[in-house]
């Protein structure tokens, strides 16, 4: 199975829905967190951290009300199994924090890449 990202760390800037920024701010976050992937750690600057399956590294900064930056590190000497359910995993956490599902955020990425912003 591949991996939405190349072994090493990787960062992402992804946007936030219009309207959204209120489900994850003050700390709203760290519900989603803890209901996705269980444990994270909080960091001095605000941010968090965590790993769970083939996600060897994850940390999630909000940038600003538009804006999440995560970055990962990944183990890409796990099972099939274990990337599969990364994966989503991943994706539920993205779209939780972002408001986007992974159909529109590949969709928005397109477009940006089409309008040359990438």
């Known amino acids: 199975m591949r991996f939405p990202f190349p072994?090493?760390?990787?960062?992402?800037?992804?946007?936030?829905r219009r309207g959204h920024f209120p489900k994850?701010?003050?700390?709203?976050?760290?519900?989603?967190?803890?209901?996705?992937f269980g444990k994270f750690e909080k960091k001095e600057d605000g941010s968090y951290e965590t790993s769970y399956g083939a996600l060897?590294?994850?940390?999630?900064?909000?940038?600003?009300?538009?804006?999440?930056?995560?970055?990962?590190t990944m183990?890409?000497?796990v099972d099939d199994s274990v990337a599969g359910?990364?994966?989503k995993k991943y994706n539920a956490f993205l779209?939780?924090?972002t408001g986007f599902t992974a159909k529109e955020r590949s969709k928005r990425l397109q477009k940006k890449a089409k309008e040359?912003?990438?």
Do not use: C, F, H
């Open 7 to 16: 072994e090493g760390e990787q960062m992402q800037e992804y946007e936030i």
């Open 24 to 36: 994850i701010d003050g700390g709203r976050i760290e519900d989603i967190l803890r209901d996705v």
């Open 56 to 72: 060897a590294r994850l940390y999630i900064r909000i940038k600003d009300k538009k804006t999440l930056l995560v970055e990962t």
């Open 75 to 77: 183990n890409s000497k």
């Open 85 to 87: 359910e990364t994966i």
């Open 95 to 97: 779209e939780a924090a």
């Open 116 to 118: 040359g912003e990438l």
